[in-house]
């Protein structure tokens, strides 16, 4: 069966309906991927503490940031210096947290829950407690101020 020229004119209008959805799909993406990187370099400026640089201070480290940056073993020596640091922070963290259960005597508010979440704590719905890794101040902390209790989770030898 043949098309006729409005049913082709009515698919032809279809696929560019498809096409700019895609278009726009494709352009989301991208603005939330450069929204993520941007995010993530202001978190870095402020983890060295170069945030608290005047505004053309940091403007000027930055370029000459940028004047650096094509030499390639420049870039190597600092990707190594930065994974060393991301290291030793995380090892840090681990030293620092342990496995903490969290009880309620009721069920919590939701923004109690938010907040538990936020802290690294999730509920587990069989044994009817929250569980996470965090520090002793934080843990204990967190449960006083909606009225329960903490108690660390001793670790045990295999």
């Given amino acids: 069966m043949a098309l006729t ?8 209008r279809q696929l560019k309906a498809r096409l700019a959805e895609k278009e726009t799909k494709i352009k989301a993406d991208e603005r939330k991927a450069r929204t993520r990187r941007l995010i993530e370099a202001g978190g870095l ?6 945030i608290e640089l005047d505004t053309n ?8 940031l940028r004047d650096a940056a094509s030499d390639k073993a ?5 990707a190594i210096i930065g994974g060393r640091a991301f290291d030793r922070e995380a090892k840090a963290r681990t030293r620092e947290t342990a496995a903490f259960i969290l009880k309620f005597p009721d069920a919590l508010p939701k923004e ?5 979440r936020a ?3 999730r509920f587990n719905k069989f044994l009817r407690h929250w ?8 843990a204990k902390a967190t ?8 108690s660390a989770i001793e670790a045990t030898a295999a």
């Fill in 112 to 116: 109690a829950t938010t907040v538990l």
């Fill in 57 to 64: 201070a940091l403007y000027g480290a930055l370029l000459s």
């Fill in 74 to 78: 420049q870039c190597e020596k600092w």
């Fill in 5 to 12: 020229i409005t049913d082709r004119i009515d698919r032809h």
């Fill in 45 to 50: 400026l402020e983890k060295t503490g170069l």
């Fill in 119 to 121: 802290s690294g704590f």
């Fill in 143 to 150: 449960a006083e101020r909606f009225g329960g209790n903490a």
């Fill in 131 to 138: 569980e996470g890794l965090a520090t002793p101040d934080v």
